[in-house]
Every structure is written in C-alpha cells, then in structure tokens.
C-alpha cells in the first residue's frame, strides 16, 4: 500500500471546521452566545498552543448534538456546508487529492476534529477513508462523549495503526499545517508541512521537509 495522509482543518481547508461550527452555531442563534463563543475560543487557543484536552473539548462540542435529533442536525450541517465550508475548501487540496488518486494511492482523511463535523468535509473533497475523533452513538443518538481513543498528537498514530489493521505501508505521505501533527509528518515518509504554523515550519526546515502554501 502507498499511502497519502491529508488533515482537515487550515489543511485542506483555509479554516478550522470545530471552531467554525462553534461560531456558525453562535450566528445561527442555536446556542448561548457568550458563553459558547468563550469556550470555543478558549479550546481552539489550547489546539493552537498545543495544549488541546481533547476529550473536554469534544464533549464541549458534542453537548449540542445530544439535544437534536439526526435529521435536524443532519438538515443543520448541510447548511454549515454551503455557508462556511464550501468557501473555504483549498483547489490545491482538491489537487493533490487527485494527484495520489491517479497514481492509485490509498488516500485517508484523518483529523482531530470530530465525525460529525469533518466526514461530510472530506467526502466533498473526495476522500472516503476517515479516521476522525469519533462521537459516541448509542440507540441512534449522541451521548455527549467521545467513544475510543481521540485522533489528536500521537492518537492519529494510534488510529491510524488500528485503520491499517497490519496491512504494511510501502510508502506513504502526510500533509498538516500543525505543531500538532508532528508525530504523523515523522511517521510518513514523504512529510508535506501546508502553510505551516510558527513551530511546525521551523521544525519542517530542520527535517528538510517539503513547506507548501495552499492559501487562495
């Protein structure tokens, strides 16, 4: 297997799909907006500094889907999609998708950010193999946990290596824009640091990793 590793968010994407849920939620009048609007900065800071406890945050972002059943959050995303998403998805990251799809590559969407919000995301990018933070589903409804190991820092190895289920990689690639995804950009073979924050492009200059900028 030749193996192409893309994250989501200021990746393929120009922004973050968690936060900007969070705000999307705010502007649509669904949630408390003081308080939503401070924990959701407050949680994307920690991300930022590295710093992220996965499991608050996501159960943090879960608290609104145990209140709604699948339909409206179904109804409720795809409007998520056309108002912030779509926008914000990079042609570059549409373009080294299909690079790795002509060469027969096996392509994985694998993010932070929940189930939920992301796989819509990738399968518009084209990408159906997921491996995202997943949220608990019990009888067909959210409970407002995480369910297994979250796919953040060193759990994308984790997931990842539960993915391939001992399938062996010949070559693989990965492309990120966080201090976060170090452990994934070491693992690849071919790292691939995508408009990089300040701590992820000194250290791609000291791995002689490929720097590339996605932005529009």
């Known amino acids: 297997m030749k193996l192409a590793l ?5 990746t393929l994407l120009n922004t973050d799909s968690d936060h900007s849920w969070g705000e999307f939620l705010v502007n649509e009048g669904l949630v408390d907006p003081v308080y939503h609007r401070q924990m959701n900065d407050k949680f994307y800071q920690d991300y930022k ?4 406890d996965p499991i608050a945050y996501n159960e943090f972002v879960f608290d609104f889907l145990t209140r709604h059943d699948n339909h409206y959050l179904s109804a409720l995303h795809d409007v998520f999609m056309q108002k912030v998403i779509r926008p914000q998805m990079r042609p570059k990251g549409f373009a ?11 392509i994985v969407g694998i993010t932070a950010t929940s ?6 995301i990738f399968r518009a990018f084209g990408i159906h ?11 067909g409804k959210y409970t407002g946990k995480v369910a297994g190991l979250p796919c953040y820092q060193t759990g994308k190895l984790k997931r990842l290596d539960q993915w391939l289920n001992g399938r ?3 070559e693989s690639w990965a492309y990120s824009d966080s201090i976060n995804d170090r452990f994934l950009l070491e693992y690849a073979n071919h790292a691939i640091a ?3 924050d300040d701590r992820l492009e000194k250290l791609a200059q000291a791995q002689q990793w490929d720097i590339q900028d996605w932005s529009i």
Not at 49 to 52: C, D, H, I, N, S
Not at 129 to 139: F, K, L, R, S
């Open 115 to 120: 189930d939920f919000i992301t796989a819509p």
């Open 96 to 106: 080294a998708i299909k690079k790795h799809q002509d060469l027969g590559h096996e």
């Open 168 to 170: 062996p990689v010949s």
């Open 49 to 52: 500094a590295g710093q992220l």
């Open 6 to 10: 893309f994250d989501l968010d200021h």
């Open 194 to 196: 995508v408009n990089p």
């Open 129 to 139: 193999n997921i491996i995202a933070t997943n949220a608990e589903v019990i009888d």
